[in-house]
């Protein structure tokens, strides 16, 4: 139903605070957030790139990507993600206009990680967000995010 290895085009999600895009190595990182700061980042974990996304100052150093569904069926969404230094990570799923519900909350440094979700049918709001303070660039990172029927 949704497959997004971060090799091809950039997919359409819904809304993307901050700075997001694909990345190999720092170079990329450098083309998106176009900033001559330090980059902490954690390099793709499958295929040769991955998807990234930090704060800006204009975003009070906020960071998010979000992606919606309508389900017909239950289905499964699964995603592989990471992090540097972040003083925040957040996932959380918000189902049929309910209440947004945390799923993931963590800080610090974040070594590859997958999360697998069961569904329900509805309308779901998936968003990941990061927060960081101070001079450097810290990136959150996904990858292999998949939302497949049951």
């Not at 991955?50 to 309508?70: D, E, P």
């Not at 969404?77 to 992090?83: G, I």
């Not at 610090?108 to 569904?119: A, D, M, R, Y």
């Amino acid at each position: 139903m949704f497959f997004d290895d971060m090799e091809g085009e950039m997919q359409p999600y819904k809304s993307i605070t901050g700075y997001a895009g694909y990345y190999a190595d720092q170079s990329d990182l450098d083309r998106i957030c176009y900033s001559s700061y330090s980059h902490d980042f954690h390099y793709p974990i499958h295929g040769k790139r991955a998807l990234a996304f930090s704060g800006s100052y204009a975003h009070a150093n906020v960071s998010s990507i979000t992606l919606t569904a309508v389900l017909q069926k239950p289905a499964s969404l699964s995603f592989w993600y990471a992090a540097k230094y972040v003083d925040d990570f957040k996932f959380s799923i918000k189902k049929n206009e309910a209440a947004e519900e945390e799923k993931i909350m963590l800080s610090g440094t974040i070594q590859w990680s997958k999360e697998k979700f069961e569904l329900e049918a509805g309308s779901y709001e998936f968003v990941w967000s990061t927060h960081s303070t101070g001079s450097y660039i810290h990136w959150a990172s996904l990858d292999d995010i998949q939302l497949i029927y049951k």
